[in-house]
């Protein structure tokens, strides 16, 4: 429970970054539906913790890859889930607006790759010239696949066959010779013998220790700064009996649970600059919050 509590706040920390007070919804693009590693959303919405900070989310489910992390790249996409390393570097490199906000997974535990008993293929030994599935190019299992051929000293045709549901239908009519999938897709399957699992993620001791999945944010979306009404309404609560001097960069504490969000979004991310003032005859009580108002303080003469 704690996992989504603190994913819950970290996704109100963002939406801080990317949305102005008027927003109501943070639009996050998950890939791979049903996937064991991606339900935290889901989970959070059903338990209610988005809507303990002030947030109402709306998903998108995707093939992953290049379809997780275009979207937000575009901008009609808030914040990318689960998206592969190998990708996002990819489209760094390239001058794309994306920017990591935090891991996802690390090492490939999860992720198999199988074939039906009956096409002789034991391991990935047996695949040269056979068709091997991913999801999408970019994606982590197109580097733990990458990562796995390269031990095996093996030549297959590497094939992007979306997601898992998908990719079984093409693996048990013939179509391709392995696919991949995670938990819970094929285990059903497996467990009836109508396929076998010929290598594993965690095959890979290379990745054991690496971050193969992260999320991601809009770069140019996260360089705004705190939204101006939510300092705008903190000041509205001031007596007109004299000026109360405010920052030009406002440190005041907003009241409401979307503005604080976004208030604390702003100095973690260096947007609003920590200003500390601990005049005893100021109107200006000091905490380590930074300012905030105290409407009980009257002035001093």
């Given amino acids: 429970m704690r996992v989504y509590k603190t994913l819950a706040l970290l996704l109100a920390l963002l939406a801080a970054s990317t949305h102005d007070l008027a927003a109501e919804t943070l639009k996050v693009a998950v890939a791979q539906r049903g996937f064991w590693n991606s339900t935290f959303i889901d989970v959070g919405l059903k338990q209610g913790y988005f809507k303990e900070v002030g947030l109402d989310i709306e998903i998108l489910y995707t093939e992953g890859g290049a379809s997780t992390l275009t979207p937000v790249i575009a901008g009609s996409i808030d914040i990318a889930m689960t998206n592969g390393t190998l990708g996002v570097i990819a489209a760094y490199a390239k001058g794309m607006p994306v920017k990591i906000i935090s891991a996802e997974a690390t090492g490939a535990p999860d992720a198999f790759w199988y074939a039906r008993p009956e096409s002789g293929i034991k391991s990935l030994a047996d695949t040269a010239g056979k068709t091997v599935a991913f999801s999408s190019p970019g994606s982590s299992t197109n580097l733990i696949l990458l990562q796995l051929v390269n031990q095996a000293k ?148």
């Fill in 154 to 301: 093996v030549a297959p045709k590497l094939v992007a066959t979306g997601g898992a549901p998908g990719t079984l239908t093409q693996v048990m009519s013939g179509q391709i010779d392995v696919g991949w999938s995670v938990p819970p897709f094929v285990l059903q399957q497996l467990a009836e013998g109508r396929l076998a699992i010929i290598a594993r993620g965690s095959d890979v001791a290379a990745l054991a220790q690496q971050t193969i999945r992260v999320n991601v944010a809009n770069a140019n979306a996260l360089k705004t700064s705190a939204t101006p009404s939510c300092a705008t309404s903190r000041r509205s609560a001031a007596p007109s009996t004299g000026p109360i001097p405010i920052p030009a960069r406002s440190t005041i504490t907003p009241r409401s649970p979307r503005c604080r969000a976004r208030w604390r979004s702003a100095r973690a991310t260096s947007s609003i600059r920590r200003n500390r003032c601990s005049s005893p005859r100021s109107r200006v009580s000091t905490s380590r919050c930074g300012r905030r108002w105290s409407s009980n303080t009257s002035p001093r003469q």
